[in-house]
């Protein structure tokens, strides 16, 4: 019969199957194939044995956090205590736009900030909203159930940037655990242990372990080109523009035209390790 890993922790792997869940474990040949199972991963499993047989075709898959089959993603950003970073924000989008998820931008801690800094920040998040991305605040709880239902969705960003407290806010029965913002080294302790999904509103979430790190390995530089989805309204004279240090190239002119965010494409430069002379 066919389930869904919900959780995995150690060896265990917690399948989903009409209402009940399963601690499975893997058939040894999985271990010799290198075969790793994620949360997400549809799988073919034996409820009476409680091995897992088979891991079903992937619509995607992402290492960290380890999760398949995502939707939607939650990019829990805060503005202060972890720091707002623009060069994070493009580093999730990229990576969500690459694996085909749809990114949603959640906005946290506006509370910490004074009406000057908050406007500037939302100046610079309206352009994301112009070249298509949803941009929400984690206070907006009706908008956010909304984005949820019917959909599997994954909640990411920096430790310490509030997706366990969002989560709470959802559902406070799930009371899950916290952690404060270390003032001295800008980031959060880790909380959230394991990767778990839940079912809520219609949809179904995760909540993952924090991260320091992303890299765009496995991916070519025009591949990431590519997932700066706004490119494309300004096509170059070359197919193969990598919109460096190309003549004519329209990229290059929108930027300067402020018509392209001047951070978005110093970003991709730095993603494609590139520069401008």
């Known amino acids: 019969m066919q ?3 919900i959780k995995i922790n150690s060896d265990l792997h917690y399948v989903s199957y009409e209402g009940n869940v399963y601690p499975c474990k893997c058939r040894g040949i999985f271990r010799k194939d290198k075969i790793i199972p994620l949360v ?4 073919v499993f034996d409820k009476d044995k409680k091995v897992i047989e088979e ?3 992937r619509r995607n898959e992402f290492n960290r956090p380890k999760v398949s ?3 939607r993603a939650f990019l829990i ?5 972890p720091n707002f970073s623009l060069n994070l924000l493009d580093k999730l989008i990229v990576l969500m736009e690459l694996s085909n998820v749809e990114p949603i931008i959640c906005i946290t801690k506006e509370d910490l900030m004074n009406k000057e800094e908050l406007n500037d920040i939302y100046k610079q998040l309206d352009y994301y909203k112009n070249i298509g991305y949803k941009v929400v605040s984690n206070t907006d709880l009706e908008t956010i159930e909304k984005l949820i239902s019917n959909k599997t969705s994954v ?8 997706k366990s407290t969002l989560l709470n806010k959802l559902n406070p029965d799930w009371n899950l655990e916290t952690g404060e913002v270390s003032l001295a080294l800008g980031r959060g302790r880790h909380t959230t242990r394991v990767v778990e999904m839940f079912e809520l509103y219609g949809g179904k979430i995760m909540d993952t372990p924090g991260f320091s790190a992303l890299d765009f390995s496995g991916f070519s530089d025009q591949e990431i080109r590519d997932a700066f989805i706004e490119f494309k ?6 197919k193969d523009c990598m919109h460096t240090n190309e003549k004519e190239c329209e990229v290059k002119r929108a930027v300067n035209d402020n018509n392209i965010l001047e951070s978005r494409y110093y970003n ?10």
């Open 3 to 5: 389930g869904q890993i």
């Open 77 to 81: 950003t805060s503005l202060v205590h």
């Open 55 to 57: 891991i079903l075709p």
């Open 155 to 162: 909640f990411t960003g920096q430790t310490g940037a509030g």
């Open 69 to 71: 089959n995502i939707d």
């Open 233 to 238: 309204k300004y096509p170059c004279p070359f």
């Open 268 to 277: 991709y430069l730095n993603f494609i390790k590139r520069d401008v002379k």
């Open 40 to 43: 997400g991963d549809y799988v």
